[in-house]
């Protein structure tokens, strides 16, 4: 499902800072974060079942990133994979206004999503369920399963914590977003949302990390693009047990 926190513009060196896990069935397989054989210029992890990705960026700037909408009543078992929408975007790189049309246009054929998406420093929410867009200007955003910035507990802890950081610039690090990413802390219940799936899952779900033995938080992602445009990704990933299991990171100037 996926959870993303978004800092434009609120940090003196890093204008763009993304910070993302990703959440998945431990069994589904999985390609960890690299630069694509047939798409040498393209950044991203891959699902092996359906060929798609949740997040990368590509040499040129252009970055998407995918998050479910949790919504178990309008699931359809034949829509095309959602992960496909980040990975054509990236191979395409289309302008936005045009993406954002064949996103309108192409809404009804996969389950619910928000999409970012864009050139790094002209971003974009994009949610089918709504079929409306947000452009991201500057602040600091969340984005869980649900609509941009929706107040749930771990999405206004994690902006909290993202502000903060970027108001101390000097103490900024890397282990400060992964820290910010591995929080399990969960939601009392009577802040939990109610999305239609059982109250057990529902207070799985309400941490910024998931645990459990078949779904969870299976890697966690750093973007960040300097006012060099010099991008650092790293990537941690996780098993079932929230122990890291690998780790990578890249470097590159965008061009």
Same mark, same amino acid.
């Given at each position: 499902?996926?959870?993303?926190?978004?800092?434009?513009?609120?940090?003196?060196?890093?204008?763009?800072?993304?910070?993302?896990?990703?959440?998945?069935?431990?069994? *589904?397989?999985?390609?960890?974060?690299?630069?694509?054989?047939?798409?040498?210029?393209?950044?991203?992890?891959?699902?092996? *079942?359906?060929?798609?990705?949740?997040?990368?960026?590509?040499?040129?700037?252009?970055?998407?990133?995918?998050?479910?909408?949790?919504?178990?009543?309008?699931?359809?078992?034949?829509?095309?994979?959602?992960?496909?929408?980040?990975?054509?975007?990236?191979?395409?790189?289309?302008?936005?206004?045009?993406?954002?049309? *064949?996103?309108?246009?192409?809404?009804?054929?996969?389950?619910?999503?928000?999409?970012?998406?864009?050139?790094?420093?002209?971003?974009?929410?994009?949610?089918?369920?709504?079929?409306?867009?947000?452009?991201?200007?500057?602040?600091?955003?969340?984005?869980?399963?649900?609509?941009?910035?929706?107040?749930?507990?771990?999405?206004?802890?994690?902006?909290?914590?993202?502000?903060?950081?970027?108001?101390?610039?000097?103490?900024?690090?890397?282990?400060?977003?992964?820290?910010?990413?591995?929080?399990?802390?969960?939601?009392?219940?009577?802040?939990?949302?109610?999305?239609?799936?059982?109250?057990?899952?529902?207070?799985?779900?309400?941490?910024?990390?998931?645990?459990?033995?078949?779904?969870?938080?299976?890697?966690?992602?750093?973007?960040?693009?300097?006012?060099?445009?010099?991008?650092?990704?790293?990537? *941690?990933?996780?098993?079932?047990?929230?122990?890291?299991?690998?780790?990578?990171?890249?470097?590159?100037?965008?061009?």
């Amino acid at each position: 499902m996926c959870i993303l926190f978004i800092a434009v513009n609120q940090h003196p060196d890093y204008p763009l800072i993304v910070a993302a896990n990703r959440d998945e069935f431990f069994e *589904r397989p999985t390609q960890a974060s690299a630069f694509w054989e047939d798409h040498p210029y393209l950044l991203a992890g891959k699902d092996l *079942r359906a060929g798609g990705t949740w997040m990368g960026i590509n040499r040129r700037g252009k970055l998407a990133a995918l998050t479910n909408i949790r919504d178990p009543e309008r699931i359809d078992p034949d829509a095309l994979s959602r992960g496909e929408l980040v990975s054509h975007y990236l191979q395409g790189s289309p302008d936005s206004e045009s993406y954002l049309c *064949r996103l309108s246009d192409e809404a009804d054929n996969y389950n619910g999503f928000n999409l970012l998406f864009g050139d790094w420093n002209n971003l974009y929410v994009f949610n089918n369920h709504t079929l409306q867009s947000e452009k991201l200007i500057t602040g600091v955003y969340g984005l869980s399963n649900a609509s941009l910035n929706t107040p749930w507990p771990k999405i206004l802890h994690g902006m909290a914590q993202l502000t903060q950081y970027c108001q101390d610039p000097h103490k900024l690090e890397s282990e400060h977003l992964f820290a910010l990413l591995k929080n399990q802390t969960k939601a009392p219940d009577n802040t939990l949302p109610q999305t239609g799936v059982p109250i057990d899952w529902e207070r799985k779900l309400s941490s910024i990390f998931i645990k459990s033995p078949e779904y969870g938080t299976r890697s966690s992602t750093l973007l960040l693009v300097d006012k060099y445009q010099h991008v650092t990704w790293q990537e *941690r990933t996780f098993n079932n047990e929230a122990q890291c299991v690998a780790e990578n990171s890249y470097d590159f100037d965008i061009k």
